[in-house]
């Protein structure tokens, strides 16, 4: 076996890695999703390290007297962090020249070939479902012998081995939990609906579901839900709960739509309540409430869910499958069982108006779930919705390569429509967030949550000072925004 690193670099601050997260951005309040793309092949690989940087404070020296002796270094990257993410590849290299160094993750399986040719330092970078690839990377396997492997053979040249199958028996890879307990600090992980300390991990790859603007089913998991059996993710709780103790208070089922089996979903909450333990988990908003019932009887606290949109026909563009009114049933079943939801809204989808915007602001506020994310429509390379952005020149500048980020790591749109315009975009974020968080019905359920647990109480007062922080940055950006155009003009 080679010496393996696992690696997610450091890079701007905030950055929440792009786990489970859709959009790898700055948030609005100190977020971090645990690294599970980079987990599962370091539960492979005897012997690695997972190191993630970002939420352990650490630096780029930091990174460096780690890998100084690793012999294989594994790094996963984003659209928006690639930049940040070769500087540090280079580094590294620098350092140690005879290490092999490759890149992992959504971009690279899309554009393997630009990102080996663009990017010398890199030996290789592995495609789709990447996980047996890293593997027989540390085992020492002839790369040319390597399924799913894009690499500068010793003459230069950029080779492209055939594409590697998705993985069909779950129950066969090994748990990231102890993984988990070996190489990070659960309490530097923070997600704010989310109770702390948390953990989040998944129990199977894929989404049925084709959402236009999706990126890990479109570029990664594809869109067959391949899953561990419930009996199986039930020893992996059990040994969760061996590992560590007391210490977690709520256990993130990351699947993309963990709850599309119904009747899986619900075999596992058993052993949640078996166990005793508090979880969450994804679900699409058109689940019934003899569901929600059984899975709230069994332990369930909290549903994050994609509305999207308050628009019919933005929903119908972007293939969501779902239509508003049985979204309102949803949050009215939830509210009636007291499941918490985090909701989740995208502006700047296809082709939004200043008039939809406002129609998701009321929807979002109609639906009232406990608290929201609103990110801006980010059109990632492999995704339908970054084809169709370049088909009717959407883009910015007419440009398909600007930064989804701002240097700060706040996102920013990279997309423009003839009925409203990328700042406008922008703005409508801000706007969003204070139209739902600065009413009463937002305001009270808070406020108790906070009076009913000191820890919540002091968490929730640091998130409002990062909160208004953040907006108060947003707006400062769109007011440079609106000077630029304006001089633009003149």
């Not at 980020?405 to 920013?412: E, R």
């Amino acid at each position: 076996m080679k010496k393996t690193l696992l690696l997610s670099p450091p890079s701007f601050d905030g950055f929440d890695g792009g786990a489970g997260s859709r959009y790898q951005a700055k948030r609005e309040i100190t977020s971090f999703w645990y690294p599970t793309w980079l987990a599962q092949p370091a539960a492979l690989i005897p012997g690695s390290k997972l190191v993630d940087a970002a939420p352990h404070n650490q630096t780029i020296e930091d990174v460096l007297e780690i890998a100084k002796d690793y012999e294989l270094v594994i790094m996963h990257t984003s659209t928006p962090s690639l930049v940040n993410d070769v500087k540090c590849a280079e580094a590294i290299k620098a350092q140690n020249p005879n290490v092999q160094i490759g890149f992992v993750g959504a971009h690279v399986a899309v554009l393997a070939s630009e990102t080996l040719e663009n990017n010398q330092v890199l030996d290789f970078v592995c495609r789709n479902e990447f996980d047996y690839t890293c593997k027989e990377l540390a085992e020492g396997k002839n790369w040319d012998e390597i399924t799913g492997l894009s690499y500068r053979d010793k003459f230069g040249n950029i080779r492209h081995n055939e594409e590697r199958q998705l993985i069909h028996d779950w129950d066969a890879m090994p748990s990231v939990l102890p993984v988990y307990a070996r190489d990070l600090d659960i309490s530097k992980y923070f997600i704010g609906y989310l109770q702390h300390p948390y953990i989040s991990f998944y129990t199977g790859r894929g989404c049925p579901a084709k959402c236009t603007f999706c990126l890990w089913p479109q570029t990664i998991g594809g869109h067959l839900y391949r899953t561990k059996t419930p009996d199986a993710v039930g020893r992996e709780m059990a040994e969760a709960k061996v590992l560590f103790g007391d210490k977690v208070r709520e256990y993130m089922f990351d699947d993309d739509t963990f709850t599309i089996d119904k009747h899986r979903a619900i075999a596992i909450s058993e052993h949640m309540k078996r166990l005793n333990l508090t979880w969450s988990c994804n679900a699409r908003a058109n689940l019934d409430y003899d569901t929600l019932k059984a899975l709230r009887d069994n332990g369930l606290r909290l549903l994050l869910v994609g509305f999207e949109s308050g628009n019919q026909d933005i929903l119908n563009r972007i293939k969501k499958g779902i239509k508003l009114e049985a979204a309102k049933e949803f949050m009215k079943n939830c509210h009636k069982l007291g499941i918490t939801v985090h909701g989740t809204f995208i502006i700047g989808l296809p082709i939004e108006t200043k008039e939809t915007v406002e129609e998701t602001m009321r929807f979002a506020c109609e639906l009232s779930p406990h608290t929201i994310q609103v990110s801006i429509a980010a059109p990632y390379p492999g995704t339908e919705l970054y084809e169709q952005a370049k088909a009717n020149n959407w883009f910015t500048n007419q440009s398909t390569n600007q930064s989804l980020v701002a240097d700060s790591g706040i996102q920013t749109s990279t997309l423009q429509y003839p009925t409203i315009s990328s700042a406008e975009i922008e703005d409508a974020v801000e706007r969003m967030y204070r139209k739902f968080y600065f009413r009463p019905q937002a305001i009270f359920p808070i406020v108790r949550e906070m009076l009913g647990d000191r820890q919540m109480m002091v968490r929730r007062l640091r998130e409002g000072v990062e909160f208004f922080s953040y907006l108060n940055e947003r707006h400062q950006k769109a007011a440079e925004n609106a000077t630029s155009h304006q001089a633009v003009v003149s």
